[in-house]
């Protein structure tokens, strides 16, 4: 049985096991260390699709608001006169493209709205001063 170390002979054997060791602890440390995020689809985020409806100010007994589609489409609810068309977003903004149909003429419009606020059933966004609370139907 050998008790000691000796360089010359020993070196090869001792810079393997080393090096082997250091491998190992390499890979435990980075499974311990692994804090990877759980994929989408098993913790799936809100997302602005949907149904969103608010009162219509002055008359809390009739409801106004718009569907978002996954294609991009936007739909109108309550707003005759006012046609949502797309939609789209970009950072904290809301855009919802359309038709103003009234007096005769059509004009197109964009409403550029700031996301205040969004969870999966409710929608928070400002327009200059004006903010609006929508609740997800």
């Known amino acids: 049985m050998k008790n ?3 360089p010359y002979t020993d070196t090869m054997s001792y810079t393997t096991s080393n090096f082997l060791a250091g491998i190992m602890m390499a890979a435990l440390a980075l499974t311990a260390c692994n804090t ?3 994929p989408a689809t098993d913790n799936p ?3 602005l699709t949907g149904r969103w409806m608010e009162s219509v100010p002055g008359m809390p007994d009739m409801h106004q608001g ?3 589609a996954d294609d991009g489409t936007a739909t109108s609810i309550g707003m005759a006169t006012l ?3 797309k939609w789209s977003t970009n950072g ?3 855009f919802l493209d359309g038709k103003s149909i009234g007096n005769g003429q059509t004009l197109n419009f964009t409403d550029t709205l700031i ?3 969004f969870q999966f059933d409710s929608l928070i966004v400002q327009r200059g001063q004006l903010v609006q609370t929508y609740t997800r139907q």
């Open 4 to 6: 000691t170390y000796h």
């Open 115 to 117: 996301i205040n606020s």
């Open 36 to 38: 990877a995020s759980t």
């Open 83 to 85: 046609q949502y068309q």
């Open 92 to 94: 904290d903004t809301l």
């Open 45 to 47: 985020q809100p997302t």
């Open 66 to 68: 718009f569907e978002l």
